[in-house]
């Protein structure tokens, strides 16, 4: 079976390789893409569940490596399908509490998975269904669009979905990924992508000693089932300020309730940024002088620090993912906005288009 990163990508061309990934539980076939920049970055991805499989990017010695968690063959990920690793996560990214909400005066129910509540869109969300591949815009081919059709009330939701994302490498080594939906009724909609981090290489360790900076001077509190409270805290003063370059193992075992409950960092950060695509984060890693900055047009991050890894997986290098092994950057609304009235709106109407970029951002220092 082909493995990710088994690719010969003409740099010129950019055009990307595409290759069996096992089949999908239905017995459909799945593929794996890969695009490439003309300075060697590349990035493979599935059209199962949306999915950022390896993205290999150099050190400040110029050496490669692959800085995403993630398995080599799709029976893997069937394996270790809650963990969402790298893929596109919908309809509704992260969480809602008891997995109920209503909208114009009717409830609707999502999946329980997750505690008490429903997280990143119930018990079968976009993570775990197989996109089509739809036609790219980019003549040198350096872009991979995939589609998906999310029935009326699949897993819950109201309105039939059609979703684009669009992943694009460029050569000022930008990995961009735009979002477009349109629904026929109104329903609530949050995407984004799961991928996990390790700047250092996947499966190097943990990633305590990470740089990171998020331009947010405000986050959401939670309560001990990981749901917000509706409140906008102040970051100043506490674990959560990352406004200056901090590691993340340089508070994260405090005694502070909101980290025991989440076990570390796994919290919404509220972006002072207005809607535009701006600087939400940057992370650095002190030993390879790999950088990453994260862009978005969301109004929030949740900054995830592999808290419910366990090291009972086995990830690309054959090595085990332990705990705190990734990092997760999710750009998003804020978590279980349809019931938080003070929250920014997740409702899509027909006649709206859902629109949303993040970019990923690579650099040495």
């Given at each position: 079976?082909?493995?990710a990163?088994?690719?010969?990508?003409?740099a010129?061309?950019?055009?990307?390789?595409?290759?069996?990934f096992?089949?999908?539980?239905?017995?459909?076939p799945?593929?794996?893409?890969?695009?490439?920049?003309?300075?060697?970055?590349?990035?493979?991805i599935?059209?199962?569940?949306?999915?950022?499989?390896?993205?290999?990017?150099?050190?400040r010695?110029?050496?490669f490596?692959?800085?995403?968690?993630g398995?080599?063959?799709?029976s893997?990920?069937?394996?270790?399908k809650n963990?969402?690793?790298?893929?596109?996560i919908?309809?509704?990214?992260?969480?809602?509490?008891r997995g109920r909400?209503?909208?114009n005066?009717?409830?609707?129910?999502?999946p329980?998975n997750?505690?008490?509540?429903?997280?990143?869109?119930?018990?079968?969300?976009?993570?775990?269904?197989l996109?089509?591949?739809?036609p790219?815009?980019?003549?040198?081919?350096?872009e991979?669009?995939?589609?998906y059709?999310?029935?009326?009330?699949?897993?819950?939701?109201?309105?039939?979905?059609?979703?684009?994302?669009?992943?694009?490498?460029?050569d000022?080594?930008?990995?961009?990924?735009d979002?477009?939906?349109?629904?026929?009724q109104?329903t609530v909609?949050?995407?984004t992508?799961h991928a996990?981090?390790n700047?250092a290489g996947?499966?190097?360790?943990d990633?305590?000693?990470?740089?990171?900076t998020?331009?947010?001077s405000r986050?959401?509190?939670?309560?001990e089932?990981?749901?917000?409270t509706g409140e906008?805290?102040?970051?100043?003063?506490t674990?959560?300020?990352f406004?200056?370059?901090?590691a993340?193992?340089?508070?994260?075992?405090?005694?502070?309730e909101q980290?025991?409950?989440?076990r570390?960092?796994?919290?919404?950060?509220?972006?002072?940024?207005d809607?535009?695509l701006a600087?939400?984060?940057r992370?650095a890693?002190?030993s390879?002088g790999r950088?990453?900055?994260?862009?978005?047009?969301e109004?929030?991050i949740?900054?995830?620090?592999?808290?419910?890894?366990?090291?009972?997986t086995?990830g690309k290098?054959?090595k085990?993912?332990?705990f705190?092994?990734?990092?997760?950057?999710?750009?998003?609304?804020?978590?279980?906005?349809?019931?938080?009235?003070?929250?920014?709106?997740?409702?899509?109407?027909p006649g709206?288009?859902?629109?949303?970029?993040?970019?990923?951002?690579?650099s040495?220092e």
């Amino acid at each position: 079976m082909p493995h990710a990163g088994d690719y010969a990508v003409n740099a010129e061309t950019g055009r990307f390789a595409k290759r069996s990934f096992g089949p999908a539980p239905g017995g459909e076939p799945t593929y794996l893409y890969a695009l490439k920049n003309a300075n060697g970055i590349e990035v493979a991805i599935s059209n199962y569940g949306a999915t950022i499989v390896s993205l290999k990017v150099p050190d400040r010695s110029g050496d490669f490596d692959d800085v995403v968690l993630g398995y080599s063959n799709l029976s893997d990920y069937l394996s270790h399908k809650n963990q969402y690793l790298g893929a596109t996560i919908g309809r509704y990214a992260n969480r809602i509490a008891r997995g109920r909400f209503t909208l114009n005066g009717r409830d609707h129910r999502v999946p329980i998975n997750n505690g008490p509540n429903a997280l990143h869109g119930g018990k079968k969300g976009f993570d775990k269904r197989l996109w089509s591949e739809e036609p790219a815009t980019e003549s040198l081919g350096r872009e991979l669009k995939l589609h998906y059709a999310s029935r009326d009330g699949e897993e819950g939701f109201p309105g039939n979905l059609d979703v684009e994302v669009s992943f694009r490498l460029s050569d000022q080594n930008e990995l961009s990924i735009d979002y477009g939906a349109t629904t026929d009724q109104d329903t609530v909609l949050n995407l984004t992508n799961h991928a996990y981090f390790n700047l250092a290489g996947e499966g190097s360790g943990d990633i305590l000693g990470h740089q990171v900076t998020l331009f947010a001077s405000r986050f959401t509190p939670i309560d001990e089932t990981l749901i917000p409270t509706g409140e906008i805290g102040v970051v100043r003063d506490t674990p959560f300020d990352f406004r200056q370059a901090t590691a993340i193992g340089e508070h994260i075992e405090e005694p502070v309730e909101q980290l025991q409950w989440a076990r570390g960092y796994d919290h919404n950060f509220v972006l002072d940024s207005d809607g535009r695509l701006a600087l939400a984060a940057r992370v650095a890693e002190p030993s390879s002088g790999r950088v990453l900055e994260v862009l978005t047009t969301e109004p929030g991050i949740q900054f995830y620090s592999g808290n419910f890894l366990d090291g009972g997986t086995t990830g690309k290098k054959r090595k085990t993912y332990g705990f705190r092994s990734g990092f997760s950057l999710e750009t998003q609304h804020f978590p279980d906005s349809p019931n938080q009235p003070g929250f920014p709106s997740t409702v899509l109407k027909p006649g709206q288009r859902f629109q949303s970029t993040t970019v990923y951002r690579f650099s040495i220092e």
